[in-house]
């Protein structure tokens, strides 16, 4: 890496609210690396209309299996890379996804692009969804019915797209992916499997704008997402 590309990177991470570096060799992604990504969506093959991740789309926004549905503007299933290998899982979408029917387009949503971008990838080379479909009135936290009820269209997702690494975003994202009750605190730092797929689970961008010190463990956590990839490459 040299001087301006580092000095790209520190911007960025200064952008996400990384005002601290703890360096690894391994941490960044080089400048090939980055430059390979953008070379792959570039090259990425759009889905066809026809492909099982838009036929699970056509379900979710249909679907009537909780009373979620009757208060939802929109639906949200999900978007990005149909065959992504890192993959983002929240908990519910909010006010601006459910106007808007795409997952983390609000202020979080934009912190984690920022992340995404950090991390030398794109917004359309990772997928990006939630374990709820539909906003809870007043963005209260998921209830366990909803999620009974929802998760199935998720666990479909997942073993569709077939990523390398799932970041789980926040409590109830991770105690669903990683089959646990205790607090996000806890999990974090942990690691789970689902699949192939390693589980990493982490802070939502929604308590990095509450808590801004949680910046600096969600990006470390997502620096071993990324090693993770480096390490699986091919």
Request: a neutral charge.
């Amino acid at each position: 890496m040299d001087k301006e590309q580092l000095r790209l990177q520190l911007e960025r991470l200064q952008e996400i609210g990384i005002d601290e570096l703890f360096y690894t060799p391994d941490g960044w992604s080089s400048s090939s690396t980055t430059e390979e990504s953008h070379r792959s969506e570039q090259s990425a093959v759009k889905p066809s209309e026809d492909s099982p991740l838009d036929e699970i789309a056509r379900l979710v926004r249909a679907c009537q299996n909780c009373p979620l549905s009757a208060t939802r503007t929109n639906a949200v299933p999900g978007e990005g890379n149909h065959s992504a290998r890192l993959v983002f899982i929240g908990e519910a979408p909010g006010g601006d996804e459910d106007r808007l029917g795409r997952p983390f387009v609000g202020r979080a949503g934009q912190l984690l692009d920022r992340m995404i971008t950090a991390l030398g990838l794109s917004r359309g080379q990772v997928y990006i969804g939630n374990v709820l479909k539909c906003r809870p009135p007043e963005n209260r936290d998921p209830l366990p019915e909803e999620m009974k009820a929802c998760a199935p269209y998720l666990d479909r997702q997942l073993d569709i797209i077939k990523p390398l690494v799932i970041v789980a975003l926040g409590r109830f994202s991770a105690q669903y992916l990683m089959g646990s009750t205790v607090t996000i605190g806890r999990l974090r730092g942990q690691k789970g499997s689902r699949g192939n797929a390693v589980i990493i689970p982490t802070y939502h961008p929604a308590a990095c704008l509450r808590f801004p010190e949680y910046k600096k463990y969600v990006w470390e956590d997502l620096q071993k997402a990324q090693q993770i990839l480096n390490e699986t490459k091919g």
